[in-house]
């Protein structure tokens, strides 16, 4: 709807190849009513110069549904999603690569034993098959999953050998980073001390990250 | 008026252009999916979405209120189910009562409730008052 390409931003002109980059950086806000002129302009003769600078900045068509529209800002239109960008996004990607790091460390047994042996708890259902066998998750389970998570994988990986311990190390902090940001995010009120913490942990998540790096799936 | 002959050829060139276009487009969306997948697997955009957190909830808010799991639960719970209950034929229309008669049918019950619950404070109260009278008139 917002006429830009399948996969890119539509608040920012982040190029394609940094996706997920340093979050620090801050790319320049997508300007709508740019696009539109720029299209307007555009002659039908000569198309080359403008398709490559929309191609740079990922959108497709420069006049959009909402062009017309006074007082819609489209960059605006876009809002954050917990279940498809934390719970089905960030989570599920993350279980896979831990799955991986599981497996190449040897540590899956541990890991599926130890997630058996958490008790019950009000609003929270013991898990009855162990990780890789259930199939389809839903909002609900992988909420809970933010719960077992850290400390489980804390539990599984308690006797690490001497090389294994720096993987462990930063594998735990870079679990606990996505744990954190997403606890931080289903918060119902915010001050500006718990958007700090949330940048923070973002920033962590994304300085630990190369841990996983070998585990592409 | 217009030659047939060649409107036709016209609307046949337009077709092609709309099919090279499309075609075009198709080669981009690809070029760029492998532009992507060429990077390391944190490059989704998913993980870019999650940069614009913290500057979302200073303008708008809490991030919960948009989240789309309260959606789609009422999908399931309010149009799945209802849709289960009905015998498929126009259904639309039997969704949309469904509702109707389950509001009135849980204010019905709060109503015998709250019926109930007076009568049995009217019982008491005219126990009580039994009671006291008779034990006033026990004395004499």
């Given at each position: 709807m917002?006429?830009?390409?399948?996969?890119s931003?539509?608040?920012?002109e982040v190029p394609c190849?940094?996706?997920?980059?340093?979050p620090?950086?801050?790319?320049?806000?997508?300007d709508y009513i740019?696009?539109?002129?720029k299209?307007?302009?555009?002659?039908?003769?000569?198309a080359g110069?403008?398709a490559?600078?929309?191609?740079?900045?990922?959108v497709?068509?420069?006049?959009?549904v909402?062009?017309g529209?006074h007082?819609?800002?489209?960059?605006d239109?876009?809002k954050p999603?917990?279940?498809?960008?934390i719970?089905?996004?960030?989570f599920?990607?993350?279980?896979?690569?831990?799955?991986?790091?599981l497996k190449?460390?040897?540590?899956?047994?541990?890991?599926?034993d130890t997630?058996?042996?958490?008790p019950?708890?009000p609003r929270f259902?013991?898990p009855?098959?162990?990780?890789?066998?259930?199939?389809?998750?839903?909002?609900?389970?992988?909420?809970?999953?933010?719960?077992?998570?850290?400390?489980v994988?804390?539990s599984?990986?308690r006797?690490?050998e001497?090389s294994q311990?720096?993987?462990f190390n930063?594998?735990?902090?870079c679990?606990?980073a996505a744990?954190?940001?997403?606890?931080?995010?289903q918060?119902r009120?915010h001050?500006?001390?718990t958007?700090?913490y949330i940048?923070s942990?973002l920033q962590t998540?994304h300085?630990?990250?190369?841990?996983f790096?070998?585990f592409?799936t | 008026m217009?030659d047939?002959c060649?409107q036709e050829?016209?609307?046949?060139?337009a077709?092609?252009?709309r099919?090279q276009?499309d075609?075009n487009?198709?080669?981009?969306?690809?070029?760029?999916?492998?532009l992507?997948?060429q990077?390391?697997?944190?490059?989704?955009?998913?993980?870019h979405?999650?940069?614009h957190?913290?500057?979302h909830v200073?303008r708008?808010g809490?991030?919960?209120?948009?989240?789309?799991?309260?959606?789609?639960?009422?999908?399931?719970?309010k149009?799945?189910?209802?849709?289960?209950?009905?015998n498929?034929?126009e259904?639309?229309?039997?969704?949309?009562?469904q509702y109707?008669?389950?509001?009135a049918?849980?204010?019905?019950l709060?109503?015998?409730e709250a019926l109930?619950?007076a009568?049995?404070?009217?019982?008491i109260a005219?126990?009580?008052m039994?009671?006291?009278a008779?034990?006033q008139?026990a004395?004499?």
């Open positions: 917002h006429g830009i390409d399948s996969k931003c539509p608040k920012c190849k940094e996706l997920g980059e340093n620090q950086k801050i790319y320049e806000a997508c740019l696009y539109r002129e299209a307007l302009e555009q002659e039908p003769g000569q110069g403008l490559e600078y929309f191609q740079q900045v990922g497709k068509i420069g006049r959009n909402f062009t529209l007082r819609v800002n489209p960059a239109l876009h999603d917990l279940l498809h960008n719970y089905h996004g960030l599920k990607h993350m279980m896979e690569w831990v799955e991986g790091f190449k460390h040897k540590g899956q047994q541990a890991f599926d997630r058996k042996d958490i019950h708890y259902s013991v009855k098959k162990a990780y890789r066998e259930v199939t389809q998750w839903q909002g609900k389970e992988m909420c809970n999953l933010g719960r077992w998570i850290s400390a994988l804390a599984g990986l006797n690490p001497s311990q720096q993987d930063s594998l735990l902090k679990v606990s744990v954190d940001f997403s606890l931080m995010a918060l009120s001050t500006p001390d958007l700090v940048e942990y998540f300085r630990r990250k190369n841990i790096l070998e592409r | 217009a047939p060649a050829t016209c609307h046949i060139s077709a092609k252009c099919g276009a075609q487009r198709v080669q981009r969306v690809n070029q760029r999916a492998d992507i997948r990077e390391n697997h944190f490059n989704s955009i998913k993980m979405y999650l940069t957190f913290a500057s200073q708008f809490s991030i919960l209120m948009y989240s789309a799991e309260m959606g789609e639960l009422a999908h399931e719970e149009i799945k189910e209802c849709y289960g209950k009905s498929k034929n259904a639309a229309r039997q969704i949309l009562s109707g008669r389950q509001h049918l849980a204010m019905r709060q109503t015998i109930s619950k009568e049995n404070a009217a019982l005219k126990g009580g039994e009671a006291l008779s034990s008139r004395p004499r």
